[in-house]
């Protein structure tokens, strides 16, 4: 079912939703570990390219809203991609993290909000 998409749209960026899939979590009492995995599909700023998918980036770790009183941390892993003609390695430009923080976008706008 996935209805559950549409829940996770609600309070987690839509564009994560839209372009990873949640692969786990790790819940406990004060923490809230999303593990995310980029979706296989090649990116279409790359389709004039034959590209092959070869694994993934190191996973970066950023800090979002807190849930129901929990810390909440996405734990993202991007794809890597290689140009099957030139054994280029290419990959998405994401802006995931809010530069000079550990945390996303939306999370550091809400916090600069609220300290006005």
Known sequence: ????????????????IENFNLASFKNSEEKLHLYFEEKASAPSEFSSIELVSKGFLDEI?????????KFVYLHIKRRRWTNKTNGEIVKRDWTLVAKGTRMTQEFATFLKEINR
């Open 1 to 16: 079912m996935e209805s559950y998409i549409e829940l996770l749209k609600l309070i987690l960026p839509e564009f994560l």
């Open 61 to 69: 770790t950023i800090q979002d809203f807190p849930l129901r009183g």
